[in-house]
């Protein structure tokens, strides 16, 4: 059973980098083949892809955050990570790790983390 | 890349069907058929219910189908039962390795 994790700050100050980590377990990240994906969800609305690396390190971003983000894989450790740049009220949110999407996912997101709220605010 | 739309809200009786609507464009959902839906209860993690427009997961009733005509596809949950009363999500592939979520639905059992 594939089971996601997230992990670090529940607060973060405006304009500082938010910083997240999704240890993986039953899963091997990097021999998998599988993409891995950031999601979050502000209190009270819908969901928001944020973006996906694969086992190479190849990533996609949602074009309304790319200027602001980047992933990475860490394989000694079995976990993928989330730097979100110059954070404003506006990225307070829970922010979930999935696995997906992709073809070894159906084009869908088959597991999920908990999901960890992170509050930008001084 | 804009949000897909889903109606704010649904609702029926036990027993009855219904149907939520995820209308994007030619570019997402009417582009091809990576479209999924996740179910989300208060508090928790979305669960996936339909991938692929249709195709159900292991051990997802049979009461949840999906299905797809043009740029807008459809979750129809039939038999409702009380614990189907939550928030249903679609998701569709937007191009040049993108996703995009719907607004979400408020599905409401009366």
């Known amino acids: 059973q594939v089971q996601l994790q997230e992990s670090g700050p529940g607060l973060v100050k405006p304009s500082q980098t938010l910083s997240l980590a999704c240890p993986i377990s039953?899963?091997?990240?990097?021999?998998?083949?599988?993409?891995w994906s950031w999601i979050r969800q502000p209190a009270g609305k819908g969901l928001e892809w944020i973006g996906r690396i694969y086992p190479s390190g190849s990533t996609n971003y949602n074009p309304s955050l790319q200027s602001r983000v980047t992933m990475s894989i860490d394989t000694s450790k079995n976990q993928f990570s989330l730097e979100l740049d110059s954070v404003t009220a506006a990225d307070t949110a829970v922010y979930y790790c999935a696995r997906g999407p992709g073809s070894g996912t159906y084009e869908s997101f088959d597991y999920w983390g908990q999901g960890t709220l992170v509050t930008v605010s001084s | 890349q804009s949000a897909l739309t889903q109606p704010a809200s649904v609702s029926g009786s036990p027993g009855q069907s219904i149907t939520i609507s995820c209308t994007g464009t030619?570019?997402?959902?009417?582009?091809?058929?990576?479209v999924s839906w996740y179910q989300q209860h208060p508090g928790k993690a979305p669960k996936l219910m339909i991938y692929?427009?249709?195709r159900r997961p292991s051990g997802v009733s049979n009461r949840f189908s999906g299905s797809k005509s043009g740029n807008t596809a459809s979750l129809t949950i039939s038999g409702l039962q009380t614990e189907d009363e939550t928030d249903y999500y679609c998701c569709s592939y937007a191009g040049s390795g993108t996703w995009v979520f719907g607004g979400g639905t408020k599905l409401t059992v009366l």
């Open positions: 030619s570019s997402d959902v009417g582009g091809h058929d990576r």
């Open positions: 692929y427009v249709s």
């Open positions: 039953g899963d091997s990240i990097s021999s998998g083949g599988y993409y």
